[in-house]
């Protein structure tokens, strides 16, 4: 099966629950993804480049 290219965006800690469901989700599945991190403590959600990604500025995002 052919699936596009999927990345998931987490927390660098995975402290994230709702980060965390959707790496298992992908994961069980089968899914092949590309995993990139932000740390959220450095606010790195608020950067000029995630939000153009999130319009939540939160973890997941997909
Ligand atoms: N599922 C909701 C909630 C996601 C959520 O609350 N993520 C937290 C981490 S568990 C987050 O990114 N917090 C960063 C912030 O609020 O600045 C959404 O995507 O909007």
């Keep these: ?3 596009l290219s ?5 927390d660098s800690s995975f402290f994230s629950p ?5 790496y298992v989700a992908l994961t069980e ?3 092949p993804f590309t995993l ?5 403590a450095q606010h790195q959600q608020l950067s000029s480049d ?4 999130s319009l939540t500025c ?3 995002t997909l």
């Design 50 to 53: 995630y939000r153009a990604l």
């Design 6 to 10: 999927i990345t998931l965006w987490s």
């Design 29 to 31: 599945k089968g899914i």
């Design 36 to 40: 990139k991190r932000i740390d959220l």
């Design 18 to 22: 709702y980060a965390m469901s959707v």
């Design 58 to 60: 939160r973890v997941p």
């Design 1 to 3: 099966m052919n699936y």
